[in-house]
């Protein structure tokens, strides 16, 4: 059963005006984590064997890896085919994964946020399987090609050197806004959906969905 997620822009009531708003993609516009489990279960049921076994392996993989950005399908799939000595069709090529796993409400924010707006997006990990994430789920279009910063460590400086003076950047990971909320230039928002306490002087908002 899916659930059902409502986000909204609550407390903040200007950010329809912002210029440039630069979005997370992992758990900030796509739950990655439903993503994932749909396409491990893909798997599992590809091989026969379980959920639990399939995670197992997909975690020795991700133990091998500097950081969890450094995750690239194709590299999992051909991993898992050497531990399992099975071919296995690779279940991050499903579009209909990416649809089921786009957070509910977020075509809505994006088509409003637009009229006044340029989005983009500033996110970590390798450029064709983040691309895909947006192509996949449906918003890519939503976004100014311009402003699609896909960097393979975003906080490095001269990543964070690219983002616009004055844009808004929107992120899930409070490592991340406590990293770029130190550039004066640069306006961040806490994407905090799990608890109610928010980042000192961190604007922070819980639901992506302009009442």
Sequence with gaps: ???NYN????????????????????????DTKKLSFLAYTDIAEQTGLSLEKIIKIKN????????NTDFYPDDLINFLEKKTG?????????????????????????KKLQKTNKLGIYSEGFTDYQTKKLEFSGIIDFFDKDLIFIKRRKLDKDSLNEIPDGATVIDDNPKVIKKIRKIKRIKTVWFNKKISKGMEEVETIMRLKIN
């Design 1 to 3: 059963m899916r659930e």
């Design 7 to 30: 986000y909204s822009f609550e407390g903040n009531k200007d950010m329809e005006n912002k210029g440039v708003i630069l979005f997370d993609i992992d758990n900030t516009l796509i």
């Design 60 to 67: 020795k993989y991700k133990s091998t890896l500097e950081k």
């Design 86 to 110: 099975q071919k296995i069709d690779n279940s991050f090529d499903k579009k209909d994964f990416y649809l089921e796993s786009l957070f509910e409400g977020t075509v809505d924010i994006l």
